[in-house]
């Protein structure tokens, strides 16, 4: 079935340092999403990106949709302590029928030290 | 307006027993998810419902899972002779169910359930 990975699966930064995650499914996926969960908290809903090759900036975030669209990334410029928490991608796999099934990555948990 | 709302927040229980868990969606919304998460893992998909019917329950583990939606609000979760392994929080969703493309899911604060 299809996979989603994520890499790394921790990252701790100074604030300030940037940050960026990858993400990896083993399918062509139709869309891919981002959510941020915060530590005790539920995933919140954060971007779609759905063109090959889509880049989209949200303030300091910026996300991108590979060509193929098999891969995507997070970058986040200049971290906040209100950064804090767990990243994850997820997508629904291309070709079928099933919007609203998505498959999660493991997620990236970011720490940021004042 | 109100989120999607979960009760209870806790639900601790013991091995064999049968749990509902109860998921209130936003108003409006006529798909709804739900999802399993395990500590330090992502959601993992069990079914989603689109109005009453299951539009795709290829995530429920075993025959021991089950949910309704039975008026196209409200869904309840259902499982049977737990386990301990079924011990994770147990998220809900839901969108306003567009047809033919992926639609924002909300998700609500979950229950987590504990087996011993």
């Known amino acids: 079935g299809q996979q989603v990975m994520q890499i790394p699966q921790y990252q701790h930064v100074q604030e300030g340092e940037d940050f960026t995650t990858y993400c990896n499914s083993s399918?062509?996926?139709?869309?891919i999403q981002w959510y941020k969960q915060r530590p005790g908290g539920h995933p919140v809903f954060l971007i779609q990106l759905v063109k090959s090759g889509e880049v989209k900036k949200q303030k300091r975030l910026t996300f991108q949709f590979g060509e193929a669209k098999k891969n995507s990334s997070l970058h986040i410029t200049a971290t906040q302590t209100t950064d804090v928490g767990t990243y994850f991608c997820a997508g629904p796999e291309a070709g079928g029928t099933s919007y609203g099934k998505l498959t999660f990555g493991q997620g990236t948990i970011l720490t940021v030290h004042p | 307006g109100a989120g999607v709302s979960q009760t209870p927040s806790n639900k601790v229980t013991e091995k064999g027993k049968y749990v509902e868990l109860r998921c209130d969606p936003i108003?409006?919304?006529?798909?709804l998810y739900w999802y399993r998460q395990s500590l330090g893992q992502g959601p993992e998909f069990l079914i989603y419902f689109q109005g009453t019917g299951a539009a795709d329950d290829s995530g429920l583990p075993n025959d021991r899972f089950f949910a309704v939606r039975p008026e196209g609000s409200v869904s309840t979760l259902k499982i049977q002779r737990t386990e301990r392994g079924d011990s994770a929080v147990y998220l809900c969703?839901?969108?306003?169910?567009?047809?033919?493309?992926?639609?924002?899911?909300?998700f609500g604060p979950g229950t987590r359930l504990t087996v011993l």
């Open positions: 108003s409006g919304h006529t798909a």
């Open positions: 399918t062509t996926l139709s869309n």
């Open positions: 969703a839901s969108s306003l169910g567009l047809s033919g493309s992926t639609d924002t899911q909300y």
